[in-house]
T-cell receptor, first 118, second 113 residues
Framework: GAVVSQHPSRVICKSGTSVKIECRSL??????MFWYRQFPKQSLMLMAT?????????EQGVEKDKFLINHASLTLSTLTVTSAHPEDSSFYIC??????????????FGDGTRLSIL | GENVEQHPSTLSVQEGDSAVIKCTYS??????FPWYKQELGKRPQLIID?????GEKKDQRIAVTLNKTAKHFSLHITETQPEDSAVYFC????????????FGTGTQLKVEL
């Protein structure tokens, strides 16, 4: 149990494009979803935490108007990178958390999305 | 907020040797300490975790120790194999407060033949 599906796995697009990344919990209800960004050879940095039906809570330094997060259902959260620029190129990973521990883990990770802005 | 420091940043060992990675955390409220293995371009995979009511946990070649007083925890890998080569991250969380994970900076482990 506790499968998290993230799509797309790879995106290459031109500067100025907006890109939407989807994160789905397939076999459990995710009351909370987390979005991370990981630059090469660096750690996972939390960008924002979203609770179903509420506005996302962004970490310091993360522009909420740049990274739009929607968590309208208990199984789907989306991250939209608006007007993406080369400096937004990174590996974006989502994770999901339910109301109870699943497999005794608090978070379950998606496979990540490699975003490359030309 | 929580701050997790991890050392070393790179670690090279000979196959069959042991590897130790250490982390310290700052928030005494943290009660869950997982270790993740991440291969290039992949998701982090949980390899072992420990909760604050336990001092040590072992799973085959992998063990984790926790010292709550000193706020540090360590990952021990024995009899290392080439397939253990990856980046390892420690993390800390307070599971009663939203399950937010704070990650360490990572350790690139290379197991040489």
């Amino acid at each position: 149990g506790a499968v998290v599906s993230q799509h797309p796995s790879r995106v290459i697009c031109k500067s100025g494009t907006s890109v939407k990344i989807e994160c789905r919990s397939l076999d459990f209800q995710a009351t909370t979803m987390f979005w991370y960004r990981q630059f090469p050879k660096q750690s996972l940095m939390l960008m924002a935490t979203s609770n179903e039906g509420s506005k996302a809570t962004y970490e310091q330094g993360v522009e909420k108007d740049k990274f739009l997060i929607n968590h309208a259902s208990l199984t789907l959260s989306t991250l939209t990178v608006t007007s993406a620029h080369p400096e937004d190129s990174s590996f974006y990973i989502c994770s999901a958390s339910g109301t109870v521990l699943i497999s005794n883990q608090p978070q379950h990770f998606g496979d990540g999305t490699r975003l490359s802005i030309l | 907020g929580e701050n997790v420091e991890q050392h070393p940043s790179t670690l090279s060992v000979q196959e069959g040797d042991s590897a130790v990675i250490k982390c310290t955390y700052s928030d005494s409220a943290s009660n869950y300490f997982p270790w993740y293995k991440q291969e290039l371009g992949k998701r982090p995979q949980l390899i072992i975790d420990i909760r604050s009511n336990v001092g040590e946990k072992k799973d085959q070649r992998i063990a984790v120790t926790l010292n709550k007083t000193a706020k540090h925890f360590s990952l021990h890998i024995t009899e290392t194999q080439p397939e253990d080569s990856a980046v390892y991250f420690c993390a800390a969380a307070y599971t009663g407060g939203g399950n937010k994970l704070t990650f360490g900076t990572g350790t690139q482990l290379k197991v040489e033949l």
